[in-house]
């Protein structure tokens, strides 16, 4: 009994540390904390969306949270790490806390949950879901549940581990209203996806075949050839065909005739040197 009341102390005293710095890093965006606790120190790890709002000006407000951990829940040695969250429209937290305070702003619930699922799917999720439950249509109307989602999404077995959760409550002035953000990360493989080991070896290795030759082709320098070197183009010359002469009717009749008469005075001339041949013999 003694050691299930130790990890029962050990969790409320972690939930109570993540509640205080989520209500005091609310500015900051945080996304998750964790919590590791060595001998020498205690390490909380701070996933947020600004950590300049964290770590403050030249650290003064991180500083100050050790303090306060160290003083009001006993840590000994805290050591925060702050980790920049790489893209927001993949994170299920921020996702919700986006979309929470712009109704809060602006009570306009379709249109926000309807861009914010265009976004999720823009930045390469498998599948998402985004659901909101309250009083969505203002005073005086009842509760509704509005859902949303797009792509594949599992709901329940151990697939569901796979699935990225979170929440946030809107506080509207008709009532609270709570978002629920799911998201399937891109490259997710779920336990009942037959693929074949084969098959899954070749493309993976095409993948990183492909990353190499585009890296490696992003790395070499253009290079620059002289203008020496470079050949004029050569011209190829065409011959133009010969036109040819339009003769009339009339001029080609004239000249057969003229070409024919030509003939039988060379046959007469012929002849008459054959009759002298004979008379001189």
Sequence with gaps: MAVEKKFLKKALS?????????????????????LQKTPIATRIAITVRRPGVVVGKRGKSIKDLCDALERDFKIENPQIEVIEVQNAALDPKMVAEKIGRRVET???FKPAIRIAL?????????????????????KGGKAKVLTVRQGLL???????????????IARMS?????????????????????????KAAAIAAAEVAAAAVAEAVATVPPV???????AEPVKEETAKPEKKKRVSKKKAETAAVEGAGEGAEDVLDAESGEENADEGK
């Design 118 to 138: 265009r976004e999720i799917m823009e930045a390469g999720a498998m599948g998402a879901e985004i659901r909101a439950a309250g009083k969505i249509v203002g």
């Design 224 to 230: 620059e050839i002289p203008a020496a070197f470079v």
């Design 154 to 168: 599992k709901k329940s077995g151990d697939s569901m581990k796979l699935v990225r959760v979170g929440t946030y």
């Design 106 to 108: 602006k009570p306009q």
């Design 174 to 198: 008709a009532g609270a209203v709570g978002i629920t953000v799911r998201i399937v990360p891109p490259g997710t493989v779920f336990h009942d996806t037959k693929v074949k080991k084969g």
């Design 14 to 34: 972690d939930y109570n540390v993540k509640k205080f710095l989520f209500k005091e890093l609310d500015r900051a965006g945080v996304s998750s904390i964790e």
